[in-house]
């Protein structure tokens, strides 16, 4: 007995699709919804990119994006926060940004929720480097680390007062501390 396997939607027909909430992903022609972002989460991804956005956006360097899709390399994501440089900043022939990004960032941040899967965010960071994005990280809130992930699919992992790498070109210095210290409010 043969069992009829549902056909594939191709990423095309996935961004036919309407918006989800939270966001659905299209990787190796699978789709995947991301877990509702909770309160460490938010408050990582919202301080992420105010503070890249305090010293990048203004001299026109890069600018940071939280949940931007991003449609490049057969493949359909949504990095928690994207880091695109001024001058790769896809805009419309008026000027406007657009609303579609079909390029690669050039920095992707992904904050893992408690019920998601490392292997998957793992997944889109390194499709990400495979398709041209200078840098990766991977924000383990539950131990308080970073996975960087580099061209060439290097990783190194950061924790405690160990020094981030930033991408090139912006002037920020951010230890996993510090990103672990904006959870406390008091």
């Known amino acids: 007995m043969t069992i009829a396997s549902k056909p594939q939607l191709t990423l095309d027909e996935f961004l036919q699709l309407p918006e989800t909430k939270p966001a659905s992903e299209f990787l190796n022609g699978e789709i995947i919804q991301k877990p509702m972002p909770q ?10 990119c105010e503070v890249i956005n305090k010293v990048a956006k203004s001299p026109k360097i890069a600018h940071a994006f939280p949940e931007l899709r991003c449609t490049f390399g057969g493949n359909s994501i949504v990095p928690d926060v994207s880091v695109f440089r001024w001058a790769r900043i896809p805009l419309t022939s008026s000027g ?35 398709n041209g994005t200078e840098l ?41 501390e510090e990103i672990f210290s904006w959870l406390t409010l008091s």
């Open 96 to 130: 406007r940004i657009a609303n579609r990004f079909e390029i690669q960032p050039d920095w992707a941040i992904e904050i893992l929720s408690p019920d998601q899967r490392q292997t998957k965010v793992l997944s889109n960071l390194l499709h990400c480097c495979r």
């Open 39 to 48: 309160g460490e989460h938010s408050l990582i991804q919202i301080t992420l």
């Open 136 to 176: 990766g990280w991977l924000i383990y809130p539950e131990d308080e680390s970073v996975l960087a992930v580099f061209p060439g699919q290097q990783v190194e992992i950061y924790t405690g007062a160990s020094q981030l790498p930033i991408l090139n070109g912006i002037e920020l210095e951010l230890t996993v």
